[in-house]
Nanobody, 115 residues
């Protein structure tokens, strides 16, 4: 069974940066798509960014060039570099991996953007 473990969250001031990591128990090129979703209190889970096996990336509209998704196959790790963070980026961030119709989620990690 695939396991995804997120790390790198925490408290950051507005305008600051964080890098989230998602460590996979499997070769990340095994997945059709990997990505990051987030869920803020009282809101639905939404796509932040994803990347397919061919390296094509996709970002939520709210990202506006502030975040970069990347991966390291040797480390079996997916990353999300988040820059110029805003208060509205506060949410639990989830790593996601899909193989055909099979989806795996990480446990989630909290990112809080506050003065």
């Amino acid at each position: 069974q695939v396991q995804l473990v997120e790390s790198g969250g925490g408290l950051v001031q507005p305008g600051g940066s964080l890098r989230l990591s998602c460590s996979s128990s499997e070769n990340i090129f095994f997945f059709n798509t990997m990505g990051w979703y987030r869920q803020a209190p009282g809101k639905e889970r939404e796509l932040v960014a994803d990347i397919n096996v061919g390296g094509v990336t996709n970002y939520g509209q709210f990202v506006e060039g502030r975040f970069i998704i990347s991966r390291d196959g040797a480390k079996k790790t997916l990353y999300l570099q988040m820059n110029n963070l805003k208060a509205e980026d506060t949410a639990v961030y989830y790593c996601h991996a899909r193989v055909l119709s099979r989806v795996t989620w990480g446990q989630g990690i909290l990112v809080t953007v506050s003065p």
